[in-house]
């Protein structure tokens, strides 16, 4: 019985985690979209109380061992450095 329940509270914090995923990215374009102070002010104070929840479960993932993101490469690492500095040279 213990086995079967690790195995669903697995699933469940699973599901839960990525649809945090999605309402972040979600909260995170509707409030740079929002014209009105108010309700981005709003939208951006959802958004941190939503990513804390992320956060949470992200951690608690990890800690059982549920989660584990691989490292990133230092090539990846160094390429998307090269990439993003470009595209703020080109902004300036």
Known sequence: MAQQQAL???EILSD??????????NFNMFSGECMDQS???DMLNILRDE??????V?????????????????QMVCQART???GMAQQLC
């Open 8 to 10: 669903q509270d697995k």
């Open 16 to 25: 839960v985690l990525g649809s945090q995923k999605q309402i972040t990215a």
């Open 39 to 41: 309700l981005k002010s």
């Open 51 to 56: 990513q804390s929840i992320q956060s949470g």
């Open 58 to 74: 992200f951690a608690e993932m990890h800690k059982r061992g549920w989660y584990e993101p691989p490292p990133a490469q230092q």
């Open 83 to 85: 990439k993003f500095e």
